[in-house]
């Protein structure tokens, strides 16, 4: 017998996976956290239905949603990621020399313990106990609230905007992320499928850009999320991506993002300019 896992991307449209194996299924108190091996994408994170990461594809995400504001800000100290359970990115931050510190506030102690077990390529720097690294299962948004004039640069890493992540697509949380960075931090968030979530894209950029005097939105392809086309916004205080002067930027070991890509990725079809309208 075959067996298929399906994520709902719209109510008319899915995305089917053919399953090698189930590797975990359980329930926080939070969501439905489940791991599953399949053919095309290999071992793969499900949180409530949701495609989360695989092993095929995750280093696009974690590269560009870390890398490129990290190359942004001139001088990163102290790094906030705000979810990001399954390390990726946190993995990414601590290449980077400059980072001394790197917090990373998740919600679901769950995601964090299998994601360690069944994703170890991509928690690397959670199960080595990397020294930069300091995890504190906690709300980001209670966080948030909590932290003033410390970070210089804030990346949220969040599941989609609904159940435990829906919160971190308001005015009020960017109002609090905007509070917690120092006087030219920075901050980017996942922002979803620009064909698919184009609703949310604007009133995202509405409310970002009425805080930051400089936002941007960037893009990239992933193969496991809706449409393949998925965007990041960056809202700043001071430093504009696209004045980075990438002549200047150290090599990392990277699968995805290079010099390059740190500035194509901020060209933009017409179809999403619109968007920012």
Not at 14 to 32: H, M, N
Not at 153 to 175: N, R
Not at 215 to 238: A, D, N, V
Request: aromatic residues 12%; contains cysteine.
């Amino acid at each position: 017998m075959e067996l298929w896992i399906t994520e709902r991307q719209t109510k008319n449209l899915g995305l089917t996976c053919r399953v090698k194996e189930a590797l975990f299924t359980g329930k926080s108190e939070f969501q439905e956290v489940v791991v599953v091996d399949t053919y095309e994408f290999g071992r793969m994170l499900v949180l409530d239905g949701v495609f989360q990461t695989s092993i095929f594809d995750e280093f696009v995400y974690h590269e560009m949603i870390a890398h490129v504001p990290l190359f942004t800000h001139p001088n990163p100290k102290n790094v906030l990621v705000i979810g990001g359970g399954d390390g990726g990115t946190i993995r990414e931050v601590v290449k980077h020399p400059s980072v001394e510190r790197a917090e990373m506030v998740e919600i679901d102690g769950l995601v964090v313990d299998v994601c360690k077990k069944y994703l170890p390529e991509i928690s690397e720097a959670l199960i080595n106990n990397h020294p930069k690294v300091h995890l504190k299962i906690d709300d980001g948004i209670k966080h948030m609230k909590e932290a003033e004039n410390f970070y210089d640069v804030i990346i949220v890493d969040c599941s989609d905007p609904i159940g435990p992540g829906e919160g971190l697509f308001t005015y009020e949380f960017y109002k609090d992320v905007y509070k917690a960075l120092k006087a030219d931090g920075l901050f980017v968030q996942q922002t979803e499928s620009p064909f698919f979530h184009q609703p949310l894209i604007k009133r995202l950029w509405k409310d970002i850009s009425s805080l930051f005097p400089i936002t941007r939105l960037y893009l990239t392809q992933i193969p496991l999320y809706p449409g393949g086309t998925h965007c990041f916004t960056i809202g700043s205080k001071q430093y504009d991506p696209l004045n980075v002067d990438t002549a200047k930027l150290p090599e990392l070991n990277t699968r995805y993002y290079n010099r390059d890509i740190q500035k194509s990725c901020f060209v933009l079809p017409n179809f999403v300019k619109e968007l920012l309208k």
